[in-house]
């Protein structure tokens, strides 16, 4: 547990960081929107690009895994999504409460987590899913809410707003970027690198410190069921979808022991911050995305040491 404890430390203290400053008002009202404009403009896009422009097809070269955690992934979001969509919420709320449900924190919490447990073993299967959380997932809930957004009722017309509305968006554009340089085998600069690794490395932490201050808004009364919604999100995340991943690994793919305890692991990891990052970009309600982040983060301090114990005493 003190491994998982110290891994996850660094992000409730981030959280808590933006939460005491805001309280005090250290910080501005409209810290938090504008911190995460830098996120979404600057920071996130480095570093998806950064990831993709590295990734190999060598590193990609295991479908049965990314056939199992693409699947866990996206049945929840589908399931959460018409779940929503049926209560009534509009397609871009839903779509954000789908992927807070959906979206495990691999890239933060991941790479340590599966590097302390399972030793380099982990690098690739972690690699290949943060590109499917963070290019593929993130994408398809961009796309979702873009459409949800647009009010064109001709389909033809309704297809090119949402595509030049996805040709502006730096989320969409920066992964595509970085794979059109990995498959052009197009070297980056030193300096190049440098660059997106010191803004790459500036989305976590001011994600977090974003989030920690839109916790500490006060709440309107329309906010009372956040809480209960937040807390089915985080039952999905932390429980249905690594459950999920362990019936489709085990079961179905038949993948080895250790694949299938890593592919569990990364599937129960904590909601990262793209869904809230998502809400703020589009000015949607984003309280039951940040409460599922909180409250899976903490949640997880459980069912990932659980597991990890579980992965460690296996036969």
Known sequence: ML?????????????LAGFGCRKRGLFGPQMASELNRFVVWLALPALLFDIMAKATW??????????????????????????????????????IDAIAAAYPNTGYIGFPLCLIAFGNASLTPTTIATIIV????????????????QTERAPHKLGLKVLAALARNPLIVSPLAGAAVAALHVPLPGSAETFLKLLGAAASPCALVSLGCFLAERRDAADALAPRSALLLTVAKLLAQPLLAWWLAARVFALPATMIDMTVVLAALPT????????????REGHIASRTILYSTLGSVATLTWLLLRARHAP
């Open 272 to 283: 990262g911050t793209g869904p809230y990052m998502l809400a703020e970009f589009y000015r």
């Open 3 to 15: 491994s998982t404890i110290k891994i996850l430390l660094p992000v409730f203290a981030l959280i």
């Open 58 to 95: 060598a590193q990609l070269d295991q479908p049965a895994f990314i056939a199992v955690f693409s699947l866990a992934c996206a049945a929840i979001f589908a399931l959460v999504l018409g779940w929503r969509l049926l209560q009534g919420l509009h397609l871009a709320d839903a779509s």
């Open 134 to 149: 963070a290019c593929v997932l993130f994408a398809l809930a961009i796309v979702l809410i873009e459409i949800g957004l």
